[in-house]
């Protein structure tokens, strides 16, 4: 049976986020005694965490609550750019989304994928290393090479990539700015390029050339932040893939089956994403007045999805701390039941329009390392990190 908090709000969230990592929610909900619901202080103002079934269909319902403002300025700034998608609504926003999703269709993701393939393959041959920093390079090459940027060193490019994504935990804040503000001042430049050129056979070219809803031209400096919201999740994915590596390293079994049936490595790596999801958590602000299970909120107010607690919850999945290699072998649960990358649909929603991307090249990562012969060195990872790193070591066999 669900619980219903009746506790006030007296923990602050940033701060647990900041102690305790992906484990803050679950401290404060066996302290409020195993509640679904719970309010909390977010910022110093009350929020509602929630991970109920139909309060996830609802925090997706934009009925009930607006993007614009969620995400404190100085993290959304940070990790997506000003005037980026993840803070608009409304018809604004579909605009947006459909945008993305014509780009980032089934065959951007198996493109950007079979050159991954090619590269992880030749760096796998080559050598050793850390698993996250071979994975960022090999997913920021494939994506600049796909997207059709001038990327110069684009191993640098991907780095300052990965480390915007570092930042935004707030561990290394300041290098993830400096890194930004590197990143914006050349995609500016390469949206002007593009531009200039009035080419369209490119993504680059189609970004440059996205409109508003009133059909005029993005801005310069927004059609540029939309760049990086294409490329930098798919260097982020790296987090993701590292704990897939980490997770073949864990069970030699299951990866000698993988290795020997190819078609089970998609629902590994579901079951990755689920088991290490990159954000413990949402946010949204209420558009009016209402009960959230058990907790009044104020219109204004803050609603936190709880994205680990989703996706670990018993009732939803069964032994949630294990990775269970086949656990979605037939199929996957309903869209608010997993949801690592956000809930709901992409069409109509804010899931992550790169879902599907992620997904590919997730799997794509797991059937290469599986059968590559490499010995995998894992030293677990620090969940008190946001965003955690798995620490892994891919040595070739016989070095």
Same mark, same amino acid.
């Given at each position: ?9 007296t ?10 990592g992906?484990?803050?929610?679950a401290?404060l909900?066996?302290d409020g005694?195993?509640s679904?619901?719970l309010p909390?202080?977010?910022l110093?103002r009350?929020?509602?965490?929630v991970?109920?079934?139909e309060?996830v269909?609802?925090?997706y319902?934009?009925?009930w609550? +607006?993007r614009? !403002?969620a995400?404190?300025? *100085?993290?959304a @700034?940070?990790?997506?750019?000003? &005037?980026?998608i993840?803070? #608009? ?5 579909l ?8 780009l980032l269709?089934?065959?951007?993701a ?8 090619r ?9 050793h ?6 994975l ?9 090479d796909?997207?059709g ?9 991907s780095r ?6 570092h ?8 290098h993830?700015?400096?890194a930004r ?10 949206i002007?390029?593009? +531009?200039?050129? !009035?080419?369209?056979?490119? *993504?680059l070219? @189609?970004?440059?050339h996205?409109? &508003?809803?009133d059909g005029? #031209?993005?801005?310069v400096?927004?059609?540029?932040v939309?760049?990086l919201?294409v490329?930098?999740p798919?260097v982020?994915v790296a ?8 997770a073949?390293?864990a069970d030699?079994?299951?990866?000698m ?8 490595a998609e629902?590994f ?9 990159f ?9 009016r ?11 204004g107010q803050?609603?936190v999805?709880?994205?680990?607690g ?7 999945h069964?032994?949630?701390e294990?990775?269970?290699?086949e656990r979605?072998?037939?199929?996957l649960p ?12 992409p069409?109509s929603?804010?899931r992550?329009p ?10 794509t ?6 059968a ?12 008190s ?12 066999a016989?070095?």
């Amino acid at each position: 049976m669900r619980r219903r908090s009746t506790a006030r709000p007296t923990s602050e969230l940033t701060v647990g986020w900041w102690r305790h990592g992906y484990a803050s929610v679950a401290r404060l909900r066996r302290d409020g005694g195993g509640s679904d619901e719970l309010p909390v202080r977010l910022l110093g103002r009350p929020a509602v965490v929630v991970r109920r079934r139909e309060l996830v269909e609802r925090f997706y319902d934009e009925e009930w609550v +607006r993007r614009k !403002g969620a995400v404190p300025p *100085p993290l959304a @700034r940070l990790l997506f750019g000003r &005037g980026a998608i993840h803070g #608009l609504d409304g018809e604004e926003h579909l605009h947006r989304k459909r945008q993305f999703l014509d780009l980032l269709d089934e065959r951007a993701a198996h493109d950007v994928a079979a050159t991954a393939r090619r590269l992880l393959e030749a760096e796998l041959d080559a050598g050793h290393g850390d698993a996250f920093d071979l994975l960022a390079r090999v997913y920021g090459r494939a994506v600049l090479d796909w997207a059709g940027v001038s990327a110069g060193d684009g191993d640098a490019l991907s780095r300052d990539l990965a480390a915007i994504v570092h930042g935004f935990g707030g561990h290394s804040y300041v290098h993830g700015w400096r890194a930004r503000l590197r990143c914006d001042r050349w995609a500016r430049g390469e949206i002007r390029r593009a +531009r200039a050129e !009035g080419s369209r056979a490119t *993504p680059l070219g @189609r970004v440059a050339h996205w409109t &508003g809803g009133d059909g005029r #031209l993005l801005p310069v400096p927004v059609a540029a932040v939309e760049l990086l919201n294409v490329l930098r999740p798919t260097v982020a994915v790296a987090y993701l893939g590292a704990f897939a590596v980490h997770a073949l390293a864990a069970d030699p079994d299951e990866r000698m089956s993988i290795a020997k049936d190819p078609e089970r490595a998609e629902a590994f790596a579901q079951e990755v994403r689920r088991r290490f999801p990159f954000v413990p958590a949402l946010a949204a602000v209420a558009r009016r007045d209402g009960d959230w299970g058990g907790c009044p909120v104020r219109a204004g107010q803050r609603i936190v999805l709880d994205v680990l607690g989703v996706d670990h919850d018993p009732a939803r999945h069964s032994r949630p701390e294990e990775v269970v290699g086949e656990r979605y072998a037939d199929g996957l649960p309903g869209p608010y039941d997993l949801i690592p990358q956000g809930g709901g649909h992409p069409e109509s929603g804010h899931r992550c329009p790169g879902e599907p991307l992620a997904v590919v090249l997730l799997t794509t990562t797991v059937a290469t390392v599986a059968a590559a012969p490499v010995s995998l060195d894992t030293r677990g990872w620090d969940d008190s990190r946001i965003p955690a790193r798995a620490r892994v070591t891919i040595t070739r066999a016989g070095q």
